[in-house]
């Protein structure tokens, strides 16, 4: 099992830049570098919505981003420190929502608390 906890959200600039993280506990029984990751999104009246994903592995992993985010966001992990990153920049106004993180593994999916990303001018 593993438990998910979301920080680094907050007030930001249209164009400025924030940087997520999202801190994994796994079981001693699990590693954390099997666990697919990835970062969700959920604006006010709206469905949640993928934002990017990082697959498993020891070395890192490959990438994917939706349309809206492609060359603004970064996702990263570092395993050793069982940590997942979400750099931001060039925010926009509808980038403002609440950012889940999930891990996947198998048909296992496991979802953090969310924290409150809002862009203002």
């Known amino acids: 099992q593993v438990q998910l906890v979301e920080s680094g959200g907050g007030l930001a600039q249209p164009g400025g830049s924030l940087r997520l993280s999202c801190a994994a506990s796994?079981?001693?029984?699990?590693?954390?570098?099997?666990?697919?990751m990835g970062w969700y999104r959920q604006a006010p009246g709206k469905q949640r919505e993928f934002v990017a994903t990082?697959?498993?592995?020891?070395?890192?992993?490959?990438?994917d981003y939706a349309d809206s985010v492609k060359g603004r966001f970064t996702i990263s992990r570092d395993n050793a420190k069982q940590i997942v990153y979400l750099q931001m920049n060039s925010l926009k106004p509808e980038d403002t929502a609440v950012y889940y993180c999930?891990?996947?593994?198998?048909?296992?999916?496991?979802w953090g608390q969310g924290t409150q990303v809002t862009i203002v001018s």
């Open positions: 999930n891990a996947n593994r198998g048909t296992t999916n496991t």
């Open positions: 796994v079981t001693v029984f699990n590693i954390f570098a099997n666990y697919n």
């Open positions: 990082i697959s498993s592995g020891l070395l890192g992993g490959k990438t």
